[in-house]
Each structure stands twice: as structure tokens, then as C-alpha cells.
């Protein structure tokens, strides 16, 4: 039962701006929407998480859009070291530690070309 | 990188042999959590602590039981190992609210 849709995958050019798309139509009010990462065999990694409001931090920027079923993580200027499977995933605030379970889909392989 | 350390790393054993992960946090964090992940499934939750002492059940738990003691460290044993458990192991810590999970490693476990 997947609560979010991404397409399988993706290329971008080195230096270029990755845009990975999520639907999350079926997103309730108390739930955030949660980026990750996995390199090959790797732990994921955490990007960045939101609520409704745009996020950026060092790695990415987050759009969400205004009706919370669909957002963007966007990786400014793309590198090697950023082929990666990513995940979106949307969890609700924390209610007990079960409701925090993560959980991953197929994400995106995204490869950068160089 | 967050504080967390997973051991062994890779593992190989034989069925029906008790096997224990660990996985050891700097962080003082509360929540600590175990997933499995294989080939067309993904990540999944085998169980979780919200405390010392305190653990529940994910959705994969049957086969597995886990022990906190120390809010440093989460073990993961399997009593009797099966070959369904071949999998890589990762471990999962967070801090309060709405923090993100932060994953160690993982363990390789391959069991003949």
C-alpha cells in the first residue's frame, strides 16, 4: 500500500540541477514529507524533511506544493557522488515511536552522467 | 555522520545457530529501531525501542527479539537462524519529535 509515487529512474548531468518528483496524494495533515538517500549497499541517508513549508539545507531544497500531494527535492548542482537510490517517504509526527515507523519504497535510481 | 556503530559488519553462519547484532549509539538518543532489507522489498521494521527496557514489535518480527539495556546499545538476536533471514541489517536511532532517523552501516548476515 504505497503512500507515495516516484518514477523508477532518472539521469542528470554533472553540474546540472537533479529535480526528483513525489506524489503523496493521499498525505494527512500531521504527516511530513522525508527524503533519503541510499549509495549502493550504504545506510540511507537522511536529505532533508518537511511539513508544508519549502525547506533547503546544505545538501537539497524541498518544494512542496501549496495542496501537500506533491513535491520536488531538488540537488543544486549535481555530482558523482549523488547516484544514488532516493527515497521519499511521508511518517507522522510522532504519536509513539510506532508511528514513526519509515516506510521505504522503490524510490528513484538517479544517475549522473558526466 | 551520526554516532552509530553496527557490529559485526558481515556475518556468516549456519541455520538453526543463535546469532546477535548490535548496534551502539553516541547520541543519547532515545528511539533506536532494526530493519531489514532485501532484494524487491525495501526497507522493513523488525522492531523498535522507545526507551531502555522498552521495545515493541515492527512489521517483520516474527523469528527475531531485541533487548535494550543501556540507552547506548539495541541487540537484535535471532534465537535459530533460518536462510529466510539472509539479509542485510541496519540499525536506526532518533532523537525526539519530528527529528529524521539517522541509519548506521548495516550487517551483512548470510546464513547456509
Known amino acids: 500500500d504505497a503512500k507515495t509515487t516516484q518514477p523508477p529512474s532518472m539521469d542528470c548531468a554533472e553540474g546540472r540541477a537533479a529535480n526528483l518528483p513525489c506524489n503523496h496524494s493521499t498525505i494527512s495533515g500531521n504527516e511530513y514529507v522525508y527524503w533519503y538517500r541510499q549509495i549502493h549497499s550504504q545506510g540511507p541517508q537522511y536529505i532533508i524533511h518537511?511539513?508544508?513549508n519549502n525547506e533547503t539545507n546544505e545538501m537539497a531544497s524541498l518544494i512542496i506544493t501549496e495542496d501537500r500531494k506533491s513535491s520536488t527535492l531538488i540537488l543544486p548542482h549535481a555530482t558523482l557522488r549523488d547516484t544514488a537510490v532516493y527515497y521519499c517517504i511521508v511518517s507522522p509526527l510522532d504519536s509513539g515511536a510506532g508511528s514513526y515507523q519509515l516506510t521505504f519504497g522503490k524510490g528513484t535510481k538517479l544517475s549522473v552522467i558526466p | 555522520d551520526a554516532g552509530i556503530t553496527q557490529s559485526p559488519r558481515h556475518k556468516v553462519t549456519e541455520t538453526g545457530t543463535p546469532v546477535t547484532l548490535r548496534c551502539h549509539q553516541t547520541e543519547n538518543h532515545r528511539y533506536m529501531y532494526w530493519y531489514r532489507q532485501d532484494p524487491g522489498h525495501g526497507l522493513r521494521l523488525i522492531h523498535y525501542?522507545?526507551?531502555?527496557?522498552?521495545?515493541d514489535k515492527g512489521e517483520v518480527s516474527d523469528g527475531y527479539s531485541v533487548s535494550r539495556s543501556k540507552t547506548e546499545d539495541f541487540l537484535l538476536t535471532l534465537e535459530s537462524a533460518t536462510s529466510s533471514q539472509t539479509s542485510v541489517y541496519f540499525c536506526?536511532?532518533?532523537?525526539?519529535?519530528?527529528?529524521?532517523?539517522?541509519f548506521g552501516d548495516g550487517t551483512r548476515l548470510s546464513i547456509l
Open positions: 518537511g511539513l508544508k
Open positions: 525501542s522507545y526507551g531502555v527496557k522498552d521495545t
Open positions: 536506526a536511532i532518533r532523537g525526539y519529535s519530528n527529528q529524521p532517523q539517522h
